[in-house]
């Protein structure tokens, strides 16, 4: 077990590098810091011209970039030298929300998916010439008009899904496609390395769906509950175990084929904020509100 101890008052945002050897911090001074997950040194910390807390972090797919999202704006980095290549204001009106953005790199390449408020989610390509995409066209406008901003953004496969209110939207080509599972906001999602598992987590449940099938018939694979707000979720690479946790101090953990859970970890991290999973799947990561800590523990 590691205990990774982080100059931010607050930890709000983890992420795994591709080869599972640098694991991204972010904290609620605005700052990314890079760690060695497997001795807890400190490798670098990248900084610069960016408002509120690290909200998202995320590798590109060959680990030279990372990229954190803000209230207002989003950076790219080296993951190297910790240099800033890019940043990106969000919205004209952005000196005034508090929305947290959302940030998540394609799997394939160094595109950069960003969520904002309750406005369109775009894609960028930070080492192009900036160039945004709008993805959100298909979405019912009458959502967009509504007061319900984003609260998470995954890829699955070439897919970017993002939650919000009482639904996952997931864009495939030129379609939006809703996911739907009432009662409360998607606070956080995550997916398999092969796109096949989609999992979403609102309120005391967390729902997984297999894709691209869910798209068309709109039916959930299989859900989870605990008692309860569940703030953070995970899926393992290969998509078989799930973890999940929040307000109850502890992550629980399950076998995603059979349904069983397998654990329960209470860390005395307070409420869990954030959970990832390393890429090879054997270790995971978890920080809480009690403190700036991160612990990193074998899941095997």
Known sequence: MI????????????????????????????????????????????????????????????????????HVDAAVWSASSGRMLHWHRLTAEGAFSHHPAFVAFHPGGERLAIAH?????????????????????????SYLRQDFPWRCLVYVGDSPAAGGRDH???WRDTSCHLLHWPVGQFVAASSDAAGTRLAGARARGVAVWEMPAATSSKRRWRSFKVGDQINAVALTPDGRTLLAAGDDWTVHVWDADSGQKRAEYNWRLGQVTSLVVSPGGMTAAATGRKGPQVLIWDLE
Request: with cysteine; net charge negative.
């Open 3 to 70: 205990v990774l101890e982080v100059s931010a008052s607050l930890v709000t945002s983890l992420a795994y590098s591709p080869d599972g050897q640098t694991l991204a911090v972010g904290g609620s001074d605005g700052r990314v810091t890079l760690f060695d997950p497997f001795t807890g040194r400190e490798r670098l910390t990248c900084s610069g011209f960016t408002r509120g807390q690290a909200s998202s972090v995320s590798f590109s797919p060959d680990g030279r970039l990372v990229a954190a999202g803000f």
């Open 117 to 141: 408020g309750d406005g369109p989610v775009v894609e960028v390509e930070p080492l192009a010439d900036g160039r945004l995409r709008t993805l959100a066209n298909e979405l019912p406008v």
């Open 168 to 170: 996952l939207s997931v």
